[in-house]
């Protein structure tokens, strides 16, 4: 083991789990109304803590088992059987890679929360988020960074998908998935309020970006340049993201908005997720400008054209950027198109088939939609008893 990089990873995946806890939860618990902030923190918080016990249980050994196949790992190190501090995975503690992957599987499932706030039943969050972790996530995850079927050696030759931090695996996925329950779910009655906290937005979303240091950075698995240059064009991307959706705004709409801009932060950092290892800052800062105009967009064809409720844009800004990030890594030459494409193709029809399955068991199992006076009245108060603000006191 090296301790450089027992240590490095050991502050990335405290960085990974601050973006869920509490970034994510600050970032769309303020785009939501007053009524409901709660409710989506209580999600986050919920799905974390659950995606934790599933992934101890289950996830880590059908994503990086030794035991399985192509399709996934097996169950041979289910509750972490047989790993103990000295058992190592490449340079690191297997028990600190089990921990940075785990929040990983915290932060996919969450990122679903966006597209069904506000309206969603607290059980079916609770179960379908944990079945698809288990059966969509994670065997996503073995296919390319468990040495599956799409990774080097498999179906696409030595070179096989290239995705350094999870463009496919976890926004790819994570998009696709929302947009589906979207669907499923149908409009929010009231789809015209809007975000009850930009200033939560705001640092919320600053949260996110801090810890997508750890995120991509910590992808690497090694304290070294790698990480240092997987830091850094994060940072690039995300910057040049803001300031062209901001700029976009601006020439489509004559102002350009605080919410605006720091989704455009979020765009930037989901594009270059995927390529973050494999590109350098002039790259970095193409993928960001274009992630900036391009998600924006892709938000507009959702809500506007396909009339699509995806609340908080989860599959325009985390879908769309993964697989643009995923392409430029091919369009750079730093991938085959082969792969990149194939990978994309293989992994939306299995979310999809997934997902669709999942939503029809699940609701039949308990309730999908809350009742449309506790969607008036908000989650809050019908579904935990509780008020965000007390205007009284």
Aim: hydrophobic share 55%; proline share 3%; glycine share 14%.
């Amino acid at each position: 083991m090296v301790g450089a990089d027992t240590a490095w990873i050991i502050v990335a995946t405290a960085l990974v789990l601050f973006m869920t806890l509490p970034g994510l939860a600050l970032f769309y618990g303020g785009l939501v109304r007053a009524r409901n902030v709660l409710s989506v923190f209580m999600q986050c918080y919920a799905i974390a803590c659950a995606m934790s016990i599933a992934w101890f249980a289950f996830g880590y050994s059908i994503a990086f088992g030794e035991g399985g196949s192509g399709l996934w790992g097996g169950l041979g190190k289910m509750f972490l059987l047989d790993i103990t501090p000295e058992t190592v995975s490449g340079t690191l503690p297997e028990i600190l890679f089990f921990a940075f992957q785990m929040t990983f599987a915290i932060i996919t499932p969450a990122l679903i929360v966006g597209a069904y706030v506000e309206r969603v039943g607290f059980g079916f969050v609770l179960l379908f988020s944990t079945l698809w972790m288990l059966l969509c996530y994670a065997p996503v995850v073995h296919w390319i960074w468990g040495g599956g079927f799409l990774a080097d050696g498999g179906i696409f030759g030595e070179v096989g998908t290239k995705d350094f931090a999870g463009g496919i695996v976890v926004h790819e996925t994570a998009g696709l998935a929302a947009l589906i329950v979207a669907i499923f779910l149908g409009p929010r009655r009231d789809r015209n309020k809007p975000p009850h906290s930009p200033g939560f937005v705001m640092i919320g979303a600053a949260m996110l970006w801090v810890g997508w240091f750890g995120f991509n950075g910590g992808s690497q698995l090694a304290a070294d340049g790698g990480a240092a240059m997987a830091m850094t064009v994060t940072h690039i991307s995300a910057a040049a993201a803001s300031l062209t959706w901001a700029l976009w705004e601006k020439i489509k709409y004559g102002t350009p908005s605080l919410v605006g801009m720091v989704t455009g932060t979020i765009a930037g950092l989901a594009s270059i997720t995927p390529a973050s290892g494999f590109v350098g800052p002039v790259e970095a800062l193409i993928i960001g400008s274009v992630a900036g105009i391009l998600c924006q967009e892709a938000v507009t064809l959702v809500r506007n054209v396909f009339k699509i409720d995806d609340t908080l844009d989860v599959f325009a800004v985390h879908g769309v950027g993964g697989i643009f990030g995923t392409i430029m890594i091919a369009a750079f030459g730093a991938g085959s198109w082969t792969a990149q494409i194939g990978a994309l193709v293989i992994v939306g029809a299995f979310t999809a088939v997934v997902t669709i399955v999942l939503v029809l068991v699940v609701r039949a199992i308990t309730p999908m939609r809350v009742d449309a006076e506790t969607e008036t009245n908000g989650l809050d108060l019908s579904v935990h008893g509780e008020r965000a603000y007390d205007i009284i006191s």
